[in-house]
């Protein structure tokens, strides 16, 4: 989606990287269809992406290999199947994307835990050299999250991939315990 007017930021965001995480899925679904509907001005460019379909309507995290590891090449490790394929195309979707963009890239990988937490709604930023961006902080910290965590080494998923070969101010973002369709609170 693009907007018809000036953007400064291009932005990812994912949900469904695994299949049995609801409540980001019907968080993006409302997001789309309030931007549809013009309820909510679009004012940056954005992609929209659903990670594991097969996964999303066998409502299992995964069908053959957790897709949040194979990204950034660990693809290329495992056997193919339904998720190292849909990974690839992912990234691919994300290179088009984000390729031709001059504006400022970021990317919002949304999840839920499979387990309670004491810290139920927290931040994992990629590991980096860079300083991560003041503007991602600023969100997060306003996002009023329980806790940030940053990551200390490479690894292999989907908001470490679109960080170092974007350079996009990436995070995974924890949004609390996993529901079913439609019991999860989206205020």
Known sequence: MTPQRHYRQA???????????????ELLNQLVS?????????????LVVLGTPAAMRAGKRYIHNDMNRLFADPHCDF???EETLRAQQLEQEVKRFFD??????FHYDLHT????????????????TRPYSGKMLAWLDAADLDALVMHNAPCSTFSYFSSKYFNA???????GKAQPFGRNDLS
């Open 11 to 25: 932005i990812v965001l994912s949900a469904g990287i695994h299949g049995n995480e609801i409540a980001p899925i």
């Open 34 to 46: 309030e931007l549809l509907a013009g309820v909510r001005p679009l004012a940056v460019r954005l």
């Open 79 to 81: 056997s193919h199947s």
């Open 100 to 105: 031709p963009e001059a504006a400022e890239r």
């Open 113 to 128: 835990a499979i387990r309670g937490s004491c810290l139920p709604r927290f931040a994992l930023l990629p590991f980096q």
């Open 169 to 175: 101010a990436s995070c995974t973002l924890e949004l």
